[in-house]
């Protein structure tokens, strides 16, 4: 029988699954993907330091998934997929960058994890594959790969002061100490 577990009910359930019914909902393999789908967001939760989290879409139907531009064999359809977003203390964009940590995505045993700027997207199937993809715009995701890095000053020797380059990454400025930047070179 279909139920919610103790962070997310049944109603947000039927809300992030609507139009399809409760009776629809009520057969397999809906009952067991949205248990284990469900379950696996209360370890995503607390994954991410128990926040508050806003399931937005979970099983569809053929028709409301093409409407969302889903994929043609997208796990909403089976009700092995689930689409959120941290109602505080994370934007989805930190929820993505925390939930892709190798660690984390193992423990998860998560198929897939998306990560888009307005929300989360993970997939529960059982095969467990643990595909990452990131489709965050340059506005929401942060500045991380080496191509990021828009500037390197070294400072002169005898004019250090301890610091020996400043490493500009998007608009933030970071200092490299001297006894770093030796074991880097």
Partial sequence: M???????????VLEASAPLTKATLNTEPYV???????????AVRATLGHVPIKITSMARSAADNREAGGAEHSHHLVGNAVDFYPLRGLT????????????ALRALKLDELVGYDGHVHISVDLRGRGKVIDKRTAA????????????????????????????????????IPASLFAMLR
């Fill in 32 to 42: 067991s993907n949205i248990a284990r789908a469900l379950a696996t967001m209360e």
């Fill in 2 to 12: 279909l139920a919610g577990s103790p962070n997310f009910n049944l109603s947000e």
């Fill in 92 to 103: 989805p964009s930190e929820a993505f960058d925390i939930l892709r940590q190798p660690g």
């Fill in 140 to 175: 929401t995701k942060p500045p991380t790969a080496a191509a990021d890095v828009t500037a390197v000053a070294v400072a002169p020797p005898g004019d250090r002061a301890g610091c020996a380059a400043v490493v500009a990454i998007g608009s933030a400025a970071v200092l």
